[in-house]
């Protein structure tokens, strides 16, 4: 099984958090993550908050298997 990333922000809830985060978002540049919590509908004002003290896990991706 492949494993994902889950992000959640603080007061994450608010906006539909916790989420997978994409695969070329983690492999990107930290600028990057920012612009994803953006279009994410995460505030633009508490985006270095949540950048300090967000929450990220590893889940097992669920989904067909051979």
Known sequence: MKKVTIYDPPSGWKYGFPKKV???I????NGEFRQWLLD???????????????????????????
């Open 22 to 24: 994409p695969k070329s």
């Open 26 to 29: 983690l492999e990107g540049k």
């Open 40 to 66: 994410e509908g995460y505030p633009e004002k508490d985006i270095d908050f949540a950048l300090k003290y967000g929450r990220r896990w590893q889940e097992e991706e669920e989904g067909n298997e051979s």
